[in-house]
């Protein structure tokens, strides 16, 4: 994690001296998609070390992802701060990689002050090949299948929105570009705040229901908020946050119901392997996720072009109603693991 945030803080820094090359915003994206995802295998690796139970598992994971989101809502207005609406083509926004590096190495320099007794994490005697062919074994496992089919359509349902928002709100909702920049943030914060307070729920609901009558409000949030958004939003004119259309504030509600689904099914497949396990089963997270939001970004984007915001999102109405009873099925491999393990 350490060489990570290190070497995404060097490149952001070093930004202003290659603001005109393409080639090396890049490598920057690669750079950050590279490090997120090692430090993302790292971080649910550590859970797993520190937590006792399903429970306990779940309620960290939950808040650990709901502070990931208040990161994403600071990102956005942030940024948005940068944004000159009245002259689209300033670069006064590049200003931003400048704090985001500095940010890196306060992390950098937290993290190196940490201590932690990774020895459970690990496999005796095992070297970094078996690791790998462990964890491509770990893939073909009926549990670990269900829920690779699970994250996948809650990250395609996720990024759907949360790329498109923005977009969704210049293109659809007709607001001002910095208004639509902090509409991402918006929707992040209703992520965030429904993370959070997952993490206090799960302690005493079941995950199936939880996660279920979640998936079952994202629905009935798309069908009630979408017929607003086309009754013209554009015949306000000088929109702003405190003078805008009911939908304006409704559409990021949908945020808050989603946003505990991940969080608690990685911690309900994490909580049922081995320790030693856990950092394979980790690094398919990511992959499964990955996969997800960029089927769903790709998906939404071509839908978006070709028939309009609204219809792109009513399209996430197919993966909600597969990942109920994709939720279904991970429940009872869960439970038929318990059972074999007793």
Known sequence: MLLALLAVGSLCLLIPLAADSFWYFKLLFAVVGISFALIKVSVFATIGLITADTKAHSSLMATIEGFFMVGVLLGNVFFSLFVNDADPSSREWLQVYGYLGGLCFLAAGLLAFATLDEQEAKK???????????????????LVLVFAGSAFLFVLIEQSFMTWTPTFYTEVLRVPASMSIQAGAVLAGALALGRLLAGLVLRRVHWLAFTLFCTVCVGICIVLTLPLSEQGPDTIADITWLRAPFVVYLFPLIGLFLSPIYPTINSVVLSALPRYMQSAMSGLIVVFSALGGTTGSIITGHIFEAYGGVQAFYF???????????????????????QHAA
């Open 316 to 338: 996430a109405l197919v993966p909600v109603l597969a990942l109920c009873m994709v939720l279904y099925l991970l429940h009872r491999q869960v439970k038929k693991r318990d």
């Open 124 to 142: 005796e005697n095992s070297s970094a090949r078996e690791d790998f062919l462990g964890m491509l074994r770990l893939a073909i496992q009926p």
